[in-house]
């Protein structure tokens, strides 16, 4: 079958992800930076020996760099959308820190917002994940 060349549902899905990606990436390492402090849990400073500030830093340059191999690289799609997803499940754990604590940070300042955020976890390692498996 030959392969279709354009716009397709999964390659919109992927800029969108892409984007999304970048954003919040930048949103860590400059205007949120300080906020988001808050949601790192204590126990992942001394598992990873560095503070706070830090792994807001590498979240972020993380999300900006899947974000961007995910538009530069496309040979590698796939294995930034397992990249992705699992970046996703490993942020988890500071979501369900900021729920339990009860500690706004950027666009998360009430409780609803903290315990509806745990849900979008799934969808955002689902849309990663389906985004990414077209050739």
Do not use: C
């Amino acid at each position: 079958m030959p392969r279709r060349r354009g716009l397709t549902v999964r390659s919109a899905a992927r800029g969108v992800l892409a984007l999304l990606l970048v954003a919040a990436g930048v949103g860590h390492l400059t205007w949120g930076r300080r906020g988001y402090r808050i949601v790192v849990p204590g126990w992942a400073t001394r598992l990873l020996h560095t503070d706070k500030d830090a792994i807001v830093v590498a979240s972020g340059a993380a999300e900006v760099l899947l974000g961007v191999g995910l538009i530069a690289l496309p040979r590698e799609r796939r294995r930034l959308g397992a990249a992705i997803a699992a970046f996703f499940v490993a942020v988890f754990p500071g979501n369900v820190h900021q729920w339990r604590t009860g500690r706004s940070a950027p666009g998360l300042n009430t409780d609803l917002a903290r315990f509806l955020r745990l849900f979008l976890q799934v969808p955002l390692v689902a849309w990663a994940w389906w985004a990414t498996r077209e050739r």
